[in-house]
């Protein structure tokens, strides 16, 4: 090879052209990747560019969140730590939690409802 890219390639003797151990393709980076390589006889030479097209794939896979319960004496100071609901996510994005706000404004004017009647 007489030309890599960022040495994200090897290319063997018999021509097999390899991704280098420890490097990753990334096409929202690069969509495409041109390295030369060199072919050679006893006597002779030559030299031609080879375009190596990278194909996008989705990596957006949404986070998961499973059902989860739990227990708190009804006699706790207001603000107390009730536990840390659990989810994840398959990427490196950072994920954040909320609740269904509706569901609990829902709540609140039931329990208020309740306290008139
Ligand atoms: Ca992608």
């Not at 890599?4 to 052209?17: Q, R, T, Y």
């Not at 708190?72 to 994840?88: K, M, Q, S």
């Not at 404004?105 to 309740?114: A, F, G, M, Y």
């Amino acid at each position: 090879m007489v030309t890599n890219d960022n040495d994200l390639f090897k290319v063997s003797e018999a021509g097999g052209l390899n991704l280098a151990v420890g490097k990753h393709l990334d096409f929202e980076t690069t969509e495409s990747h041109t390295i030369t390589v060199e072919v050679s006889d006893d006597e002779l030479k030559a030299t031609a560019k080879i375009t190596i097209t990278v194909i996008d794939v989705n990596e957006n896979i949404a986070p998961v969140i499973e059902k989860q319960s739990f227990t708190i004496a009804e006699d706790v100071l207001d603000d107390a730590e009730i536990g840390t609901v659990a989810g994840t996510d398959s990427g490196v994005r950072k994920i954040t939690f909320q609740y269904d706000k509706m569901k609990q404004d829902l709540t609140e004017l039931i329990k208020q409802i309740r306290m008139i009647n």
